[in-house]
């Protein structure tokens, strides 16, 4: 009796070890099972959401590797140079939009990645040892919390010679570092910045404008190089890549962006439709209209004004190139750099070599119905 008894408890413990080990592989199937499946939905996801090429740590890394570098000087040896704090992957035949600014006018940056599709790329300039300071805070935060900055962003940054940035402590960024989304790294930077003092008066340095223009265009074959309070029109990058790759015979030919200027805080205009309501109006006028008209006399925009609409960005009407020009414009190849002997304010822009073959070098408006 009591040995059958004895049986029957094994029979039952030798089932019940069955059981387990069964249920243990049916979960280890269905472990198995779901992760093939994530794996599959993931690559699905990523298929339509490509992630960023690099990460946080890696955006950091480089960062460090930059201003451990100890910058170079310029060819005045005025100031200090460094390249890449953060760097973006670019396609060849991309257009990149290249601007500069003070730490203080950074707060436009978020406005330019809202309205700009494809890479930009910053070049930044520090007056001081503490505005240095704060432009790689400033960096290592923006590099952490907005995404579009890691994907898209290039940031160089100049200061006076006889400072050196330093690599941002973990102890240093303060109340930077309690930050926790893109949002708030820019109210931030609200709430410390000067906005407005885009030169450095009263500091005995010299704001380096053409230096920053050809850092910030450096290594691109097509660049659009604008200051850094502007705001590219809804689509343009889109346009500009469509129209650049239809054709190869843009070489040596300057693609010029008419630039307006806002009298009073408005809505910006999304179109060219929102911005000739403005303009007829008054609300806008041509960039420069009081300050240097013949600046920007030269692309004749009441011929613009009343180009028929469009639906894609294309060349309208060739003007030749006249003293003292200063147009916004797209061109590829071997650009001339700008006359970095040139600092602070006024007629900076125009100091390059005529572009173009064509006698005294032309340009190509671009008109367009967007």
């Known amino acids: 009796m009591q040995m059958s008894y004895a049986i029957r408890c094994a029979f039952y413990q030798l089932l019940l070890a069955a059981l387990m080990l069964v249920a243990m592989l049916q979960l280890l199937y269905l472990s198995l099972l779901s992760g093939l499946h994530g794996q599959e939905e993931q690559e699905q996801y990523f298929e339509f959401f490509p992630p960023s090429p690099r990460s946080v740590d890696q955006v950091k890394a480089q960062l460090r590797t930059a201003l451990a570098s100890g910058g170079v000087l310029d060819a005045s040896g005025d100031y200090r140079v460094y390249r890449g704090l953060l760097k973006t992957t670019m396609d060849p035949n991309d257009v990149i939009l290249a601007t500069h600014a003070s730490v203080d006018n950074l707060l436009h940056l978020s406005g330019l990645l809202e309205r700009w599709e494809g890479p930009l790329s910053v070049s930044v300039f520090a007056a001081t040892k503490e505005e240095a300071q704060l432009a790689t805070v400033l960096t290592y935060a923006l590099s952490s919390h907005c995404p579009d900055m890691r994907a898209r962003v290039a940031m160089h940054l100049v200061c006076p010679s006889r400072y050196?940035?330093?690599?941002?402590?973990?102890?240093?960024?303060?109340?930077?570092?309690?930050?926790?989304?893109?949002?708030?790294?820019?109210?931030?930077?609200?709430?410390?910045?000067?906005?407005?003092?885009?030169?450095?008066?009263?500091?005995?340095?010299?704001?380096?404008?053409?230096?920053?223009?050809?850092?910030?265009?450096?290594?691109?074959?097509?660049?659009?190089?604008?200051?850094?309070?502007?705001?590219?029109?809804?689509?343009?990058?889109?346009?500009?890549?469509?129209?650049?790759?239809?054709?190869?015979?843009?070489?040596?030919?300057?693609l010029v962006v008419p630039a307006f200027e806002i009298r009073r805080a408005r809505r910006?205009?999304?179109?060219?439709?929102?911005?000739?309501?403005?303009?007829?109006?008054?609300?806008?006028?041509?960039?420069?209209?009081?300050?240097?008209?013949?600046?920007?006399?030269?692309?004749?925009?009441?011929?613009?004004?009343?180009?028929?609409?469009?639906?894609?960005?294309?060349?309208?009407?060739?003007?030749?190139?006249?003293?003292p020009w200063e147009p916004f414009y797209v061109a590829g190849g071997k650009v001339p750099a700008f006359d970095e002997r040139f600092r602070q304010y006024g007629f900076n822009r125009i100091s390059q070599v005529p572009l173009g073959e064509r006698g005294a070098g032309t340009g190509e408006v671009v008109g367009s119905g967007s």
Not at 180 to 200: H, M, T
């Open 164 to 254: 050196e940035a330093a690599v941002p402590d973990p102890r240093e960024p303060g109340e930077f570092a309690l930050l926790r989304s893109c949002q708030e790294v820019f109210d931030k930077l609200a709430r410390v910045a000067q906005p407005g003092i885009n030169y450095a008066l009263g500091t005995n340095v010299s704001y380096p404008n053409n230096l920053l223009r050809n850092l910030a265009r450096e290594g691109a074959n097509y660049a659009l190089v604008i200051d850094v309070d502007m705001v590219p029109s809804e689509g343009l990058w889109r346009g500009l890549r469509e129209m650049l790759d239809q054709s190869k015979q843009w070489g040596g030919t300057a």
């Open 268 to 323: 910006m205009p999304m179109n060219k439709n929102e911005l000739l309501q403005l303009y007829q109006v008054g609300e806008v006028r041509p960039f420069y209209y009081g300050l240097c008209t013949p600046c920007q006399a030269p692309t004749n925009y009441s011929r613009w004004v009343n180009l028929p609409e469009e639906t894609l960005l294309r060349p309208s009407y060739v003007v030749p190139w006249q003293d």
